[in-house]
């Protein structure tokens, strides 16, 4: 039984942070790449960032692109994504997300993760 849990979202005003924690269980952690997405009523799940499984090497989009930092502890089992200067825009709930196989490329679409937490919802009011 794979469980990913993500936690740390709430309702922040523009240019608040939040970290966002992403704890698993159930999968050899360290084997997977590990993405962000996230998905705002009425639209796409979106691509947020992806980090290697090692994390060495991160990929971020271009709208949180120099704002929000992608981590891991593999240690822990638990990701994290780090969001600074947050945006009305950035309202959506967030979910993590793990590659089907051992990879190290950062995908970013959510067609290549199989693995899915229930989301952590950010709401950022102006």
């Known amino acids: 039984q794979m469980r990913l849990v993500e936690s740390g979202g709430g309702l922040v005003q523009a240019g608040d942070s939040l970290r966002l924690s992403c704890a698993t269980s159930?999968?050899?952690?360290?084997?997977?790449?590990m993405g962000w997405f996230r998905q705002a009523p009425g639209k796409e799940r979106e691509f947020v960032a992806a980090i290697t499984s090692t994390g060495t090497r991160t990929n971020y989009a271009d709208s949180v692109k120099g704002r929000s930092t992608i981590s891991r502890d593999n240690d822990k089992k638990t990701g994290y994504l780090q969001m600074n200067s947050l945006k009305p825009e950035d309202t959506a709930v967030y979910y993590c997300?793990?590659?089907?196989?051992?990879?190290?490329?950062?995908?970013?679409?959510?067609?290549?993760?199989?693995?899915w937490g229930q989301g952590t919802q950010v709401t950022v009011s102006s």
């Open positions: 997300a793990f590659t089907y196989g051992r990879t190290s490329n950062l995908y970013t679409s959510p067609e290549e993760y199989g693995y």
């Open positions: 159930g999968l050899i952690f360290s084997h997977y790449v």
